[in-house]
């Protein structure tokens, strides 16, 4: 079964039970705008008990806010009781939900394009907030007041912005304003939750936009004041002949197309730095040290945006050695193969690509890096070592630390091509290192 049969035989066994059921939300949304939904919602009447006693194998994700997964071949559902929210008291989330309409379910929804409901027996769209209008105009719009709705829950500003970059959509006017006047109070809500929006704001298309659309709002300057501070920060016109980081961040944001999550934030935080490493140095400026500097801050900051430590170490080390490419043409061959060895490489240098295609378009290094990397293939840039410690220990060494220095100076001699086979090299060791 494809996974929207799947979700139709939920809907249909729910219906055969007796209790109104629909498919809800986003994939209805989608569907209308004819894009693969990432997951089909089922919303229905039936209390959450009824749910799990419809089907065999569920696990309760939320039942205190109606939420079931119901598994269809280990494929898993959400299947939402139409509720009303209770009162919100802390801008994260209702103090309680009771059971509701099919009405009252859609008003608790946050924007027009993300409310409405398939009937899949009639093959009817319910749609009572203007939610088709919506995205035929390719408009955001909250339901309601949106004052009222950004203060239940402050997340919904940020998937705003994510759902009108994701989509291309704009946001309607009202609703703007309303996150313009709230903007100050996303951070009542889990910075997990956050993080996990700016990282869908960042890789699922439109980055630029939703990056330009965080600062219309405010909320850039609230959720990460340390890319604000890159506008207004001059730089030199010949090498940056783009304008100031915040413009230079921006272009390059508008290069990611499908990026991984580390690649997007290695662009984003690329030049976090420069803002405090800035300093005039006659008619031009420096920003000595910010490569160095940026890989804290950007390690900072994905701490705030709760990502993996992985996340974290990546983007740190793409940070640091943004610009070490363009020493690469001046460095000894040892030293090229080890940094065309590290295990972000390629990585890296799209990132460096998309950063020179952000400011005066000079491709030279990156072509060099490249070509090298071509020109001498995996094995080569990381050949096996020709001695091992137990090696050592055949020739009559004793184990100690002087071997670490000894097969090191090996792998440096074997990186400058000086040494091609074993043998070659136990001759060399034996000549420099006396025994015993
Ligand atoms: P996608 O899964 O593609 O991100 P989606 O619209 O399905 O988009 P989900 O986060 O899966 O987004 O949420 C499912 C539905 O639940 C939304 O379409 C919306 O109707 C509702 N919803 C989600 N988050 C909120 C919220 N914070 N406030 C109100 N309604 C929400
Ligand atoms: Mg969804």
């Not at 103090?95 to 009817?124: C, K, S, W």
Request: negative net charge; aromatic residues 6%; contains cysteine.
């Amino acid at each position: 079964m494809s996974q929207k049969d799947k979700a139709l035989h939920i809907i249909q066994r729910l219906r055969e039970d007796g209790h109104e059921a629909y498919l809800a939300g986003g994939c209805v949304r989608d569907r209308l705008l004819g894009r693969e939904p990432k997951d089909y919602d089922v919303a229905t009447a039936a209390a959450p008990r009824a749910v799990q006693s419809l089907f065999p194998d569920t696990v309760d994700v939320g039942s205190q806010f109606g939420s079931i997964v119901v598994l269809v071949e280990g494929e898993p559902f959400e299947v939402t009781t139409f509720r009303s929210d209770g009162p919100y008291r802390d801008g994260r989330r209702p103090e309680h939900v009771r059971q509701g309409t099919l009405e009252d379910d859609v008003r608790r929804r946050d924007f027009t394009i993300n409310a409405m409901m398939y009937d899949p027996a009639e093959d009817r769209v319910i749609d009572l907030v203007e939610g088709r209008e919506d995205l035929a105009r390719g408009l955001v719009r909250a339901i309601g007041d949106p004052h009222e709705r950004f203060a239940e829950d402050r997340l919904r500003m940020v998937r705003a912005v994510r759902l009108a970059c994701g989509l291309g959509f704009a946001i309607d006017g009202p609703t703007v304003q309303a996150i313009q006047d709230h903007a100050a109070a996303v951070t009542q809500v889990a910075w997990e939750r956050i993080g996990a929006e700016i990282t869908r704001t960042l890789t699922e298309g439109g980055a630029r936009r939703g990056f330009e659309l965080l600062d219309e709002t405010g909320l850039l300057e609230v959720i990460l004041p340390e890319i604000a501070a890159m506008k207004g920060c001059e730089q030199t016109p010949d090498y940056h002949p783009e304008g100031d980081v915040f413009v230079h961040t921006l272009m390059l944001l508008g290069h990611l197309d499908a990026p991984t999550e580390t690649l997007a934030y290695g662009c984003l935080l690329h030049d976090v730095a420069k803002p405090p490493c800035r300093q005039p140095a006659g008619e031009r400026v420096t920003f000595y040290g910010h490569p160095e500097k940026g890989a804290e801050m950007a390690t900072e900051i994905l701490q705030r945006l709760k990502r993996s430590r992985a996340v974290a170490e990546r983007v740190a080390w793409l940070v640091r050695c943004h610009l070490r490419y363009t020493q690469a043409p001046k460095m000894r061959l040892s030293t090229l193969k080890r940094f065309l060895a590290e295990d972000g490489i390629h990585e890296l240098l799209e990132l460096c690509r998309i950063d020179a295609l952000s400011s005066n378009g000079d491709l030279g290094y990156y072509d060099f890096c490249r070509q090298k990397l071509a020109e001498l293939g995996e094995k080569e840039v990381k050949p096996e070592p020709l001695l091992r410690g137990r090696d050592l220990i055949r020739l009559g060494y004793a184990p100690g630390p002087a071997f670490s220095a000894m097969l090191q100076a090996v792998e440096e001699a074997q990186l400058e091509g000086e040494l091609r086979t074993a043998e070659d090299a136990v001759d060399w060791v034996l000549e420099r290192y006396p025994r015993g």
